[in-house]
T-cell receptor, first 113, second 114 residues
Framework: DAGVIQSPRHEVTEMGQEVTLRCKPISGHNSLFWYRQTMMRGLELLIYFNNNVPIDDSGMPEDRFSAKMPNASFSTLKIQPSEPRDSAVYFC???????????FGQGTRLTVV | AQSVTQPDIHITVSEGASLELRCNYSYGATPYLFWYVQSPGQGLQLLLKYFSGDTLVQGIKGFEAEFKRSQSSFNLRKPSVHWSDAAEYFCAVGPRAAGNKLTFGGGTRVLVKP
């Protein structure tokens, strides 16, 4: 398996624009997580899904952020409208079962100018 | 609320020397414990994990970690570091229940001197 695949790897956008980050988990994994990494706040869990159902989105910073998992092989994280403070590296991770090893993608580096 | 503390933000070590990275956690019960490594521009890779049993856990790349319940610690060690070990290391805890909401420490960046 190619691992967790995230796209794009880098995204530069202007403030106010909509940004969509994409994630393809490892085939067969039933849990998917979105994390955000910044220098100031470190790694934060934004939301996670189990069997395509959002379980906990308490980490989503505000209503501008939304995440979907329409099927077992695809998830999106959308920011609308984007703001400079959203600049960070966003990671997607998947697990075969809860509380086992999380496999991380290489991340999307988002810069909002 | 759970928290993970990695007291050392940066550590510089000479190649061939030993390495120990500290991790302390605050949790309501004994959690699952993890160490991840992040190379520049890359995602996180699991080094090792502790769920139960032997409190000394062996991982990949020659790393080991010891769970000490009395100290709420899960320190990572390597007897002899290689230049390729230069990276950032994250300790994480997760609940022993459905819903693996990992809480990460702030990370320790390791620099390896030749």
């Amino acid at each position: 398996d190619a691992g967790v695949i995230q796209s794009p790897r880098h995204e530069v956008t202007e403030m106010g624009q909509e940004v969509t980050l994409r994630c393809k988990p490892i085939s067969g994994h039933n849990s998917l997580f979105w994390y955000r990494q910044t220098m100031m706040r470190g790694l934060e869990l934004l939301i996670y899904f189990n069997n395509n159902v959002p379980i906990d989105d308490s980490g989503m910073p505000e209503d501008r952020f939304s995440a979907k998992m329409p099927n077992a092989s695809f998830s999106t994280l959308k920011i609308q409208p984007s703001e400079p403070r959203d600049s960070a590296v966003y990671f997607c991770a998947s697990e075969l079962e809860m509380n086992t090893e999380a496999f991380f993608g290489q991340g999307t580096r988002l810069t909002v100018v | 609320a759970q928290s993970v503390t990695q007291p050392d933000i940066h550590i510089t070590v000479s190649e061939g020397a030993s390495l120990e990275l500290r991790c302390n956690y605050s949790y309501g019960a004994t959690p699952y414990l993890f160490w991840y490594v992040q190379s520049p521009g890359q995602g996180l890779q699991l080094l090792l994990k502790y769920f139960s049993g032997d409190t000394l856990v062996q991982g990949i790349k020659g790393f080991e970690a010891e769970f000490k319940r009395s100290q709420s610690s899960f320190n990572l060690r390597k007897p002899s570091v290689h230049w390729s070990d230069a990276a950032e290391y994250f300790c994480a805890v997760g609940p022993r229940a459905a819903g693996n909401k990992l809480t990460f420490g702030g990370g320790t960046r390791v620099l390896v001197k030749p």
